[in-house]
């Protein structure tokens, strides 16, 4: 188990803002997870899981607590046979979906693009083009937070849009298991979700500010648009009708390639990035009366 004092949160995110942690812990074992959360209890510190970072904001001030990021055996990937896989929750999804479409599976190759880990894509049930990590996941296994070890049905993840059960129970997700449908089942070649992949990707690099630092949507796509435009649920659209594209203050600046990315322009503070984010839920509540959600998880005092 390696642990790190002061350690600047900008290294480990995409947003490259943020200040330090008291403490940085890599777990590689449930051990070393265990010895991590314990010593949280010892110093009366909270604690926080970090994956890739592709999803956080962390305060300027820092975090005055523990961040513990898993490694080791958590990035395991077990075939279990006939499209059974168990994954561990370190696991990149990049990795892990382009594995199962060359083993000639399909359901989750879409997600290939999604820059997080195994682990943040249960928690927000993360999805792109049609697909969500929900529908192949058959069970999740955690560290609840009596610390004992269990295993949860895909129906008790209370999986929605971007929410599942983990964002309120505290329980550190350690792996899951998944079953796929072989691509043959769905009429398709590896060769078809490849193109189909490919597709996804070219998508996403024309559509996204792929180029600067950013974590992804920064708002969470609308239950309905507005009365005269109520299939209209995409974020984007509003933010850009009410003029906000290419906005910034300081160094954060609402992309001119996609309006509901935020990007570090370069020089950004997290306090930035954040009130920008508060100026745009601001003005597209005044335009059109709609309130839009953070998607972007906020870690530290701002």
């Excluded at 990049?94 to 000639?104: D, E, I, M, P, W």
Aim: aromatic share 8%; with cysteine; charged share 20%.
């Amino acid at each position: 188990m390696q642990i790190l004092e002061n350690e600047l949160m900008s290294k480990h995110t995409s947003f490259k803002v943020g200040g330090s942690a008291r403490y940085y812990v890599k777990a590689e074992t449930i051990q070393d997870l265990q010895n991590a959360l314990e010593m949280t209890r010892e110093k009366g510190l909270p604690s926080f899981i970090l994956g890739n970072g592709t999803n956080l904001l962390v305060s300027d001030k820092g975090f005055e607590g523990v961040v513990i990021t898993l490694a080791g055996e958590f990035s395991a990937i077990e075939d279990l046979g006939n499209g059974a896989f168990k994954v561990g929750a370190a696991t990149p999804l990049g990795r892990f979906a382009r594995s199962v479409l060359k083993q000639g599976f399909a359901g989750i190759h879409k997600l290939a693009g999604i820059p997080g880990t195994l682990g943040g894509a249960i928690y927000m049930n993360a999805g792109a083009y049609g697909q969500e990590i929900k529908t192949c996941c058959t069970q999740v296994t955690v560290l609840d937070s009596d610390g004992n070890i269990r295993e949860i049905s895909n129906a008790d993840c209370a999986f929605g849009y971007r929410q599942s059960i983990f964002q309120k129970n505290k329980a550190i997700i350690l792996s899951a298991t998944f079953q796929f449908p072989a691509a043959s089942a769905e009429g398709k070649t590896v060769a078809d979700l490849e193109a189909e992949l490919a597709e996804c990707m070219a998508k996403r690099k024309a559509s996204q500010p792929l180029n600067m630092p950013n974590a992804g949507s920064t708002f969470k796509r609308l239950e309905h648009g507005t009365a005269d435009m109520p299939q209209q649920i995409a974020p984007g659209y509003y933010i850009e009708q009410a003029g906000l594209k290419g906005y910034r203050i300081g160094g954060a600046e609402v992309s001119t390639v996609h309006a509901n990315f935020i990007v570090n322009a370069g020089g950004a503070t997290a306090n930035d990035i954040k009130q920008l984010s508060e100026y745009v839920q601001q003005k597209v509540a005044e335009k059109f009366g709609i309130e839009l959600k953070r998607e972007i998880i906020l870690l530290g005092e701002f």
